[in-house]
């Protein structure tokens, strides 16, 4: 099993940034996908971005290119969502994920949510 400990998260007002860090620990996530979902008052879980195990391939939710860039640290089991131009639309808890197969890239976003860890989240707040 795997435990994923969010941070980072916190109240901004729209234009700003926050970065948010995703530590691991248990095992190993060098060998498997990960990456973030959010989920807004009253709403599903929402995909937000992933990225391989090599850091060379990364996926993003149209409403978040260009604004948002996902990394990972393997070395220091990291994974970091650096989240700049906030909008008050990103208001959401975020959640760290990781895949738990050896799956691709296609298939992170419409994962069901037995597919993956879960992180506790971290609330992230974007006044106007």
């Known amino acids: 099993q795997v435990q994923l400990v969010e941070s980072g998260g916190g109240l901004v007002q729209a234009g700003g940034s926050l970065r948010l860090s995703c530590a691991a620990s248990?095992?190993?996530?060098?060998?498997?996908?990960m990456g973030w979902f959010r989920q807004a008052p009253g709403k599903a879980r929402e995909f937000v971005a992933a990225?391989?195990?090599?850091?060379?391939?990364?996926y993003y939710v149209d409403s978040v290119k260009g604004r948002f860039t996902i990394s990972r640290d393997n070395a220091k089991n990291t994974v970091y969502l650096q989240m700049n131009s906030l909008k008050p639309e990103d208001t959401a808890v975020y959640y760290c994920?990781?895949?738990?197969?050896?799956?691709?890239?296609?298939?992170?976003?419409?994962?069901?949510?037995?597919?993956?860890?879960w992180g506790q989240g971290t609330q992230v707040t974007v006044s106007s």
């Open positions: 994920v990781r895949d738990r197969a050896a799956r691709t890239m296609d298939t992170i976003p419409s994962g069901r949510y037995e597919h993956y860890y």
């Open positions: 248990g095992r190993t996530f060098s060998n498997y996908i």
């Open positions: 990225i391989s195990w090599t850091g060379s391939s990364t």
